[in-house]
């Protein structure tokens, strides 16, 4: 689980296909520090395992799923990623529950400032829409962000100075792939209603909720 705080950008060291899986390589410095083989690190919000650590640099193997549901495969040595360590049950919660499961990638369609701070519009799957809502909470890249407009093959987003110089969005243009993952309290409720409708409408298929006896 993370937060969408990201703790530094890491730089690409090398992406390779292996014989059991893709290896990707990052140099990093801080979230190296604690850091051992089998913990999750968040990378451009995607959560993957490291297999082998250092001082200065972490080590991941990738499935083909992974590589084509997210952008780490576009990313070109030397280009910044989002870190984040899994979030401990002691630490700050400043942003909201990241799973690092990316549900989709979006397409960045503006990106341009506005006054002091910048304006970022991405275009997204519409099958999505209904995982978002303004003011809600969506990851891009691993980065805890407020939606701004909702519709419904796009949203935006208003990015303050701070986290274009702490994420790897200030480098981003248009046109470039981004990893998004939804809010996991929506994903949950959106289940949970289609569960409910397919119920109404087949009362007796099977796996539908049981009503409790104080309800009949």
Request: proline letters at 0%; hydrophobic letters at 50%; one cysteine or more.
């Given at each position: 689980?993370?937060?969408?705080?990201?703790?530094?950008?890491?730089?690409?060291?090398?992406?390779?296909?292996?014989?059991?899986?893709?290896?990707?390589?990052?140099?990093?410095?801080?979230?190296?520090?604690?850091?051992?083989?089998?913990?999750?690190?968040?990378?451009?919000?995607?959560?993957?395992?490291?297999?082998?650590?250092?001082?200065?640099?972490?080590?991941?193997?990738?499935?083909?799923?992974?590589?084509?549901?997210?952008?780490?495969?576009?990313?070109?040595?030397?280009?910044?990623?989002?870190?984040?360590?899994?979030?401990r049950p002691d630490g700050k919660m400043g942003g909201h529950f990241v799973t690092g499961h990316i549900d989709c990638p979006g397409e960045i369609g503006v990106l341009e400032p506005r006054g002091a701070d910048r304006y970022l519009r991405v275009q997204y799957p519409a099958q999505y829409r209904r995982l978002l809502v303004p003011k809600g909470s969506i990851a891009i890249d691993g980065v805890s962000l407020t939606v701004v407009e909702v519709h419904d093959d796009w949203f935006s987003i208003w990015l303050i100075p701070h986290t274009m110089e702490a994420t790897n969005l200030g480098g981003r243009r248009a046109g470039e792939r981004v990893n998004l993952e939804f809010d996991m309290l929506a994903k949950y409720i959106e289940r949970q209603l289609a569960l409910r409708e397919e119920a109404a409408r087949n009362p007796h298929a099977a796996g539908a909720p049981v009503r409790p006896v104080w309800q009949s």
């Open positions: 689980m993370f937060t969408g705080i990201v703790e530094e950008t890491g730089r690409l060291v090398a992406f390779e296909h292996k014989a059991a899986a893709w290896r990707l390589v990052v140099a990093a410095s801080l979230v190296t520090q604690g850091t051992v083989v089998g913990d999750s690190i968040a990378v451009n919000g995607c959560c993957l395992t490291v297999v082998a650590c250092s001082a200065d640099s972490l080590s991941f193997d990738l499935l083909e799923e992974t590589v084509r549901l997210t952008n780490i495969s576009q990313v070109v040595v030397g280009g910044a990623v989002n870190l984040e360590r899994s979030m």
